[in-house]
């Protein structure tokens, strides 16, 4: 079976970090451009990162310019986001999302519509 799996989220304070990791089965994540989103209660899904299928291009919400930073490692087949200096309203469940279609260096915009495999989602607790 076809898989998107995030892990890694949890209950952190104010201030400290956490890394999250998205893991693809039965497909090669290599081939595709992958984004992570994030959705608090009551609120609509928006773009926090999103990096091309090369790794060597990729986007950030303003929020969390300089704090976030979003990798791969196309040997584990996985995409990562690293957390750091999180805030409460960084709170939601987080979500990894690919596309594919396009260059090695494209990326598409930060928009959930644009991305066609999504995983379950992990939820992101900052809270003190």
């Known amino acids: 079976q076809s898989q998107l799996v995030e892990s890694g989220g949890g209950l952190v304070q104010p201030g400290g970090s956490l890394r999250l990791s998205c893991a693809a089965s039965?497909?090669?994540?290599?081939?595709?451009?992958v984004g992570w989103f994030r959705q608090a209660p009551g609120k609509e899904r928006e773009g926090v990162s999103v990096?091309?299928?090369?790794?060597?291009?990729?986007n950030y919400a303003d929020s969390v310019k300089g704090r976030f930073t979003i990798s791969r490692d196309n040997v584990q087949n996985t995409v990562s986001l690293q957390m750091n200096s999180l805030k409460p309203d960084d709170t939601g469940v987080y979500y990894c999302?690919?596309?594919?279609?396009?260059?090695?260096?494209?990326?598409?915009?930060?928009?959930?519509?644009?991305?066609?495999?999504w995983g379950q989602g992990t939820q992101v607790t900052v809270s003190s």
């Open positions: 990096i091309s299928s090369s790794g060597d291009t990729f």
């Open positions: 039965g497909f090669t994540l290599a081939y595709y451009a």
């Open positions: 999302a690919a596309v594919s279609g396009y260059g090695r260096d494209w990326y598409p915009p930060l928009r959930p519509v644009e991305f066609h495999r």
